[in-house]
Every structure is written in structure tokens, then in C-alpha cells.
């Protein structure tokens, strides 16, 4: 599911303090997001259109567009040899959708449900609000060893981090339920063929101000710098 790639990214936007090898960490991060664009925007463009052109039916077109997204989840399940927080979300959503798609066979509704079910990811993000925001549980279950400890450390002794954790999962969650009342308007409105050229050129154009928004806030070296003063204060004083 393509929307999920915006989540994925959001284990680079809180900085650690050891920078060594930052050109390094960064090119092995950049492998999983270049597939992840991969299947989540090229790939169900191009299986959309190329059976379309081949003559394929609407309906069983929409539907196999669906595969390159599944396939990426699966991959990123395969990758982390584990079954974490993100990808039974992944996962659940695709199997959501296909099922929805099946009972009511409207290829519309296809294209449509998807807005719906980013909406629902949206509002899962405010809903945790409260608590420990989602952006913060997924750094959690992606990370390991020494970058887990830390997390996890700064969520508990540093009110930055936790005000960072919760304004970026507040951004992330308003804008999916925007795009999710966009895409469902669009599937309804437009030209059936071209609902999801246009819906993906939506879709990357949020996520590009997303993540922009995020790598410059949560990035930003006097906010990490202040993270890292409180967390050292409290380990100081213990």
C-alpha cells in the first residue's frame, strides 16, 4: 500500500548524536526508499496502464495494481525478519482493500477505497496522540540495539523529543486525512482512466512536502542539540 511509504521514511527524520558514517547510514537507507517508491508509485502505474493498453478490463486492471504495493510490504517484512507494528499495518490495509474491492467490484469504489483507508490510517495517527504517538512507536519497532536505547531513552527524560514525536505525527495525520477526502473526491469525479495517474501525482506531491516538512523540523541541529542537552542533563544527575 502505497501510503505507507511516508511512514517508512520517518525513521531518518529524528537525528542520532554519533555522525560518523553519516554518508554511509544514509546510501543503505536510501536502498529500502528507492523500492518503496518503486512499488508503491511506479509499479501500479505502470501495471494500471500496461494492462490497460493491452486491453484488460477495467476492474481486473485496478485490482492487479494492487500486487506491486503487496509485494513491497511483503519484501519489507522479509527485510526486518520480523513482523512489526508497520507491517502488520501494511499488511491488514492491503487485505482490507483487496477484500473490499472484491465484494463490491466497482472499480471506482477500487480507487476510492484507498482514500478511505489512508483516512483511517490518518486518524489511527491522532488517536495516539495521547499516549505514545505512532511516529515514535514505529522509530521504536524499526530500530535496533544502541538506536532503540536511545529512543527510547529520549522519550523518557526529554520533553523536546516527545513534542517533536507528537507535532510530527499531528502533520502526518492531518495531512492523510486530507489526502484521503482529495482521493475519494477525485475517484468520483474524474474520468475513470485517468483517476489514478492523477491520484498518484496528488499522492507524491504530499508526500514531498511531508518530507520536506519533517527532515527540515525534525533535523533541525539546535532542536537535536536541545534533545541531546536534556537527555544528558538527566543521565548527569542520575
Same mark, same amino acid.
Do not use: C
Given at each position: 500500500?502505497?501510503?505507507?511509504?511516508?511512514?517508512?521514511?520517518?525513521? &531518518?527524520?529524528?537525528?542520532?548524536? &554519533? !555522525?560518523?558514517?553519516?554518508?554511509?547510514?544514509? /546510501?543503505? /537507507?536510501?536502498?529500502?526508499?528507492?523500492?518503496?517508491?518503486?512499488?508503491?508509485?511506479?509499479?501500479?502505474?505502470?501495471?494500471?496502464?500496461?494492462?490497460? /493498453? +493491452?486491453?484488460?478490463?477495467? *476492474?481486473?486492471?485496478?485490482?492487479?495494481?494492487?500486487?506491486?504495493?503487496?509485494?513491497?510490504?511483503?519484501?519489507? @517484512?522479509?527485510?526486518?525478519?520480523?513482523?512489526?507494528?508497520?507491517?502488520?499495518?501494511?499488511?491488514?490495509?492491503?487485505?482490507?482493500?483487496? /477484500?473490499?474491492?472484491?465484494?463490491?467490484?466497482?472499480?471506482?469504489?477500487?480507487?476510492? &477505497?484507498?482514500? *478511505?483507508?489512508?483516512?483511517?490510517?490518518?486518524?489511527?495517527?491522532?488517536?495516539?496522540?495521547?499516549?505514545?504517538?505512532?511516529?515514535?512507536?514505529?522509530?521504536?519497532?524499526? +530500530?535496533?540495539?544502541? &538506536?532503540?536505547?536511545?529512543?527510547? !531513552?529520549?522519550?523518557?527524560?526529554?520533553?523536546?523529543?516527545?513534542?517533536?514525536?507528537?507535532?510530527?505525527?499531528?502533520?502526518?495525520?492531518?495531512?492523510?486525512?486530507?489526502?484521503?477526502?482529495?482521493?475519494?473526491?477525485?475517484?468520483?469525479?474524474?474520468?475513470?482512466?485517468? @483517476?489514478?495517474?492523477?491520484?498518484?501525482?496528488?499522492?507524491? +506531491?504530499?508526500?514531498?512536502?511531508?518530507?520536506?516538512?519533517?527532515?527540515?523540523?525534525?533535523?533541525?541541529?539546535?532542536?537535536?542539540?536541545?534533545?541531546?542537552?536534556?537527555?544528558? +542533563?538527566?543521565?548527569?544527575?542520575?
Amino acid at each position: 500500500m502505497r501510503d505507507m511509504t511516508g511512514m517508512r521514511i520517518a525513521n &531518518k527524520h529524528v537525528g542520532s548524536s &554519533k !555522525h560518523a558514517g553519516s554518508n554511509r547510514r544514509e /546510501a543503505s /537507507a536510501n536502498g529500502p526508499l528507492l523500492q518503496s517508491l518503486a512499488l508503491n508509485v511506479v509499479g501500479p502505474l505502470a501495471v494500471f496502464y500496461g494492462l490497460r /493498453a +493491452a486491453g484488460v478490463g477495467l *476492474w481486473w486492471a485496478v485490482l492487479a495494481s494492487a500486487v506491486p504495493p503487496l509485494v513491497e510490504a511483503l519484501l519489507t @517484512v522479509v527485510r526486518e525478519r520480523r513482523i512489526g507494528m508497520l507491517g502488520i499495518l501494511v499488511l491488514t490495509m492491503v487485505a482490507l482493500g483487496a /477484500a473490499l474491492s472484491a465484494v463490491t467490484g466497482s472499480p471506482r469504489f477500487m480507487f476510492a &477505497k484507498d482514500g *478511505w483507508m489512508t483516512g483511517i490510517v490518518g486518524l489511527a495517527f491522532l488517536a495516539t496522540l495521547r499516549g505514545q504517538p505512532i511516529i515514535f512507536r514505529i522509530l521504536s519497532s524499526v +530500530a535496533k540495539g544502541d &538506536k532503540r536505547a536511545e529512543l527510547e !531513552h529520549n522519550w523518557q527524560v526529554s520533553p523536546t523529543f516527545r513534542h517533536v514525536m507528537r507535532l510530527l505525527t499531528a502533520v502526518w495525520g492531518v495531512g492523510l486525512l486530507l489526502d484521503s477526502g482529495v482521493r475519494v473526491m477525485l475517484a468520483y469525479t474524474l474520468p475513470i482512466d485517468s @483517476v489514478m495517474l492523477v491520484t498518484t501525482l496528488q499522492y507524491v +506531491a504530499l508526500f514531498v512536502g511531508l518530507e520536506i516538512f519533517s527532515r527540515r523540523y525534525g533535523r533541525n541541529p539546535a532542536r537535536i542539540a536541545l534533545i541531546h542537552n536534556e537527555a544528558a +542533563a538527566v543521565t548527569t544527575a542520575a
